[in-house]
């Protein structure tokens, strides 16, 4: 029989590693002993109402936001010990983000908007193998009729799919998606979900969403519930 032996899950890189994080706002405890590993491949919702500290969490992963207790490793770096220049790199190299209010620039088209990340590793956003690139992936999440128009064109759907395609084009090790679909009707939302599981499966990426709905964080592979004591499955 020929073919690659598929790899199980606790075979993959560990791309996050959380060991007993704690959150304070001056005296105030937000949350403490989180304890997550996510793997490469993974799909990890966290859960919870707003002012849990869900968002917090999600930043202190992509290098944002600091901690008070504990230790934080991505792509096997410790967040802890990197300068801030070191964090830039990581994020820029390593991790992608989707969030609520797709953060599109309104002056530059889809094509465009979806290349930044090449432009920022250096890469020619007009050079023959970025803009394949731009294409295939916009063709896969079903906008590669619509590289050409501007932000301000597009419906609150097609946005988000615009900030999924800018979240993968550079192949992250790590997306990390704060309320992506909270601005979208139900079925758009589903829809949207669906294609960024897909993308990140599809690139071997680890994702992690936090979600104060349950629709959304029902399409991942665990579910966590982030309390003030830590993470429930």
């Avoid at 615009?162 to 704060?178: E, G, N, Q, S, T």
């Avoid at 993308?199 to 665990?222: F, I």
Wanted: proline share 4%; glycine share 10%.
């Amino acid at each position: 029989m020929s073919g690659e032996a598929k790899v199980s899950a606790a075979d993959r890189p560990v791309v996050v590693q959380a060991t007993g994080l704690q959150k304070r706002y001056a005296e105030q405890a937000v949350f403490s002993g989180v304890d997550l590993t996510v793997r490469a491949g993974e799909f990890v919702a966290i859960f919870g109402e707003s002012g849990v500290g869900k968002s917090s969490l999600l930043n202190m992963m992509g290098g944002l936001d600091d901690w008070q207790a504990g230790s934080l490793q991505v792509c096997g770096q410790d967040l802890g010990k990197l300068a801030d220049d070191a964090k830039a790199l990581l994020r820029r190299e390593r991790m992608g983000f989707v969030f609520q209010a797709f953060h599109v620039l309104p002056h530059l088209d889809v094509a465009q908007n979806v290349a930044l990340p090449l432009m920022l590793l250096g890469q020619n956003p007009n050079g023959a193998e970025a803009k394949a690139r731009v294409h295939a992936v916009l063709a896969a999440v079903g906008l590669g009729e619509l590289h050409a128009r501007l932000p301000a064109q597009l419906s609150g759907g097609q946005l988000q799919r615009v900030a999924i395609a800018r979240a993968v084009i550079h192949k992250p090790a790590l997306i990390l998606a704060d309320e992506p679909t909270g601005n979208l009707d139900p079925r758009t939302a589903a829809s949207v979900m669906a294609l960024l599981r897909e993308q990140a499966h599809e690139h071997g990426s680890a994702l992690v969403l936090v979600t104060h709905a349950q629709a959304a964080a029902g399409a991942a592979d665990s579910i966590y519930t982030l309390t003030s004591e830590g993470l429930m499955p």
